[in-house]
Nanobody, 117 residues
Framework: VQLVESGGGLVQAGGSLRLTCAASGDTSCITGLAWYRQAPGKERELVAAISSGGNTWYPHSVKGRFTISRENAKNTVYLQMNSLKPEDTAAYYC????????????WGQGTQVTVSS
């Protein structure tokens, strides 16, 4: 499975961005999809997840501002980010979980989001 993110950039505080992650390869194995982020000097953190059934999860820090969605026919997952804050500045990574006898994780290369105050 290959994942390619796009949509990052520079935005002012209060603005919005939509990240896109396109999956290719053996996408039939994909169950869960998620977005993580990592700021300089910090650990990578989960910011949104969506199951194969469409159930979503968000941490408190982004709940109500970020929305994850998936379009299975296009093997694509989105992250709509509204009311962005400077603390949202980070590299954002797409993650796909493949089911089977052994659970496998795949990662994209990341896309930078910078929020100016």
């Amino acid at each position: 499975v290959q994942l390619v993110e796009s949509g990052g950039g520079l935005v002012q505080a209060g603005g919005s961005l939509r990240l896109t992650c396109a999956a290719s390869g053996d996408t039939s194995c994909i169950t869960g999809l998620a977005w993580y982020r990592q700021a300089p000097g910090k650990e990578r953190e989960l910011v949104a997840a969506i199951s194969s059934g469409g159930n979503t999860w968000y941490p408190h820090s982004v709940k109500g501002r970020f929305t994850i969605s998936r379009e299975n026919a296009k093997n694509t997952v989105y992250l709509q980010m509204n009311s962005l804050k400077p603390e949202d500045t980070a590299a954002y990574y797409c993650n796909a979980e493949c089911g089977g006898p052994v659970i496998r994780d795949y990662w994209g290369q990341g896309t930078q989001v910078t929020v100016s105050s």
